[in-house]
């Protein structure tokens, strides 16, 4: 097959926080990190010039991981997972507390980088991008008699710009579109390049479990593999009718595409966000109204946190929306729309506390988060200034409930 004249590069940060820390931390390197303390947890330099950090094993609370490094990941301990949890398969791993603004300063040195080789990049978060390499010079060059050798010598270039950038190393990904090298991309982790055309697919892709697959999830992934379809080359093979039949119409195409390594998507250099959050979760669950003051100071400082971020980008929206995890893990969510966009901390905090009216609160809560969506710019005039002081909980309507 002639190589493609389109490529695709998805780009992937190795294990991006740890390795941020790790610059910090040189002398870490090789040991098992585990971010996602708090910042008492930070490591502190002795008289004598030796580093004491502190081990999972003493962590208490109900704190998860941000992130791990591979020796970690070695171990069993993964993103998402609760750190008391880690500590259980790693007590002995270093934990650090997470710093997001040096992550967000090495995410833009390394999007900077790379936009100076390609500059149509496709922003996916703090670590991750999609490239299209299809009009960069010499990326469809034959380099000796490898038909992609261009292509392999672009994304050598790019992978040495990010470290040169950074220090960091990243894993990419090279295929004729961004469902392929979004799996690509993970082949050969860490500090992996992976050029794959649609003739590898049966060698590479199909072999993989079919989660492989950006876009089936863990229910789509527990019902293919009840009805006998563990690998993406189980899928492959299956009838697009009878796909159809079991999934839709819209999700059964579209599976029986996936396993193909069929993608026309382009790479979108722009795009508007839905919605901007901010949540925490608490170190010991609270009760409504014994930690009502806790819980109103908790509340003002996200939703000052949330007006920052609005201003920041320069948007306001019209729906405000509260998120309350209770104890059980049960999830409640509350949202009103209002008549016109708002900004403001004192506004977000009024129309949450709207929101809370319409809960039941009957158990303790484990985590609190603060939502505003339908968003619009807020005007080529509007500063990134302050937010107004949010209202304490003393100065809010009367009317609100409990905090």
């Known amino acids: 097959m002639e190589p493609p004249r389109r490529w695709i590069a998805h780009l992937d940060m190795d294990a991006f926080y740890a390795s941020v820390e790790l610059l910090r931390y040189p002398q870490l390197k090789g040991e098992a990190v585990v971010v996602g303390g708090r910042r008492a947890s930070a490591p502190r330099q002795l008289d004598d010039g030796r580093w004491e950090y502190s081990r999972l094993r003493d962590y208490t609370g109900r704190g998860v991981v941000t992130t791990s490094s591979y020796a970690a990941r070695d171990l069993g301990v993964f993103s998402a997972m609760g750190l008391m949890k880690a500590a259980l398969r790693a007590p002995d791993a270093i934990l650090l507390p997470a710093d997001f603004d040096a992550y967000r300063k090495y995410s833009r040195l390394f999007k900077a980088a ?24 010499g990326v469809h060059d034959t380099v000796g008699h490898d038909p992609l050798g261009g292509v392999k010598a672009v994304a050598r270039e790019l992978k040495n710009s990010v470290l040169r950038a950074t220090g960091l190393s990243c894993s990419i990904g090279v295929t004729p579109n961004k469902l392929l090298s979004k799996i690509a991309s993970e082949l ?5 390049l992976t050029v794959l055309t649609l003739d590898d697919i049966p060698a590479r892709i199909w072999p993989l479990a079919v989660r492989k697959i950006n876009g089936i999830g863990p229910k789509a992934g527990q019902k293919l593999q009840a009805l006998g379809l563990e690998t993406v080359g189980d899928l492959a093979a299956a009838a697009p009718a009878w796909l159809i039949e079991q999934f839709g119409a819209r999700y059964g195409a579209w599976l029986h595409a996936a396993a193909h390594g069929r993608d026309s998507r382009p790479v979108v250099t722009h795009s508007e966000p839905v919605s901007v959050s901010r949540e925490t979760t608490f170190e010991r669950d609270l009760h409504a109204v014994r930690d009502r003051a806790q819980l109103g100071r908790i509340l003002d400082e996200l939703c000052a946190r949330l007006a920052d971020d609005l201003a920041r980008k320069r948007y306001r929206g019209s729906t405000v929306g509260i998120k309350l995890r209770f104890e059980g893990f049960h999830t409640v969510t509350r949202d009103l729309t209002l008549k016109a966009p708002i900004q ?37 005039d509007t500063t990134a200034a302050p937010s107004p002081a949010p209202a304490s909980p003393a100065a809010a309507p009367e009317n609100l409930p409990l905090f």
């Open 114 to 137: 790379v936009a100076e080789l390609a500059p149509v990049i496709e922003d996916r978060g703090i670590d991750e991008i999609y490239i299209d390499l299809s009009e960069v010079p």
């Open 188 to 192: 050969d982790k860490p500090d992996g």
């Open 344 to 380: 403001s901390a004192a506004e977000i905090r009024h129309a949450a506390g709207q929101c809370l009216k319409r809960v039941s609160f009957d158990k303790r809560l484990r985590l609190m988060g603060v939502r505003i969506g339908k968003l619009s710019h807020a005007g080529r």
